[in-house]
């Protein structure tokens, strides 16, 4: 059974930063692909950040250049180091296990950037 946890949220002021982590119980961490999503409020999940097994990382527009991705898969863990902060990064940021068809969730951690 895959469990995730993250961590590392928290209140910031625009252009700030921060970042969280993500620890994976289970097996298969390291073939999995590993992404960070996040829930607005009144908007739809998006994804902001993904890693493959490779360590291939992709983005959106709207983070590129601000937010990177990184995995350490001898701790089972995926960071979202998170730069230039704006006030329309204010989520819930969820970390997320792609094991073949299987998309794992962690419980979440709120980010809010204001002044």
């Known amino acids: 059974q895959v469990q995730l946890v993250e961590s590392g949220g928290g209140l910031v002021q625009p252009g700030g930063s921060l970042r969280l982590s993500c620890t994976a119980s289970?097996?298969?961490?390291?073939?999995?692909?590993m992404g960070w999503y996040r829930r607005a409020p009144g908007k739809q999940r998006e994804l902001v950040a993904s890693?493959?097994?490779?360590?291939?990382?992709n983005y959106p527009d709207s983070v590129k250049g601000r937010f990177t991705i990184s995995r350490d898969n001898a701790k089972n863990m995926v960071y979202l180091q998170m730069n230039s902060l704006k006030p329309e990064d204010t989520a819930v940021y969820y970390c997320?296990?792609?094991?073949?068809?299987?998309?794992?969730w962690g419980q979440g951690t709120q980010v809010t950037v204001s002044s």
């Open positions: 997320n296990q792609r094991l073949g068809i299987t998309f794992y």
């Open positions: 289970g097996s298969f961490f390291s073939s999995s692909i």
């Open positions: 890693i493959n097994s490779g360590g291939s990382a």
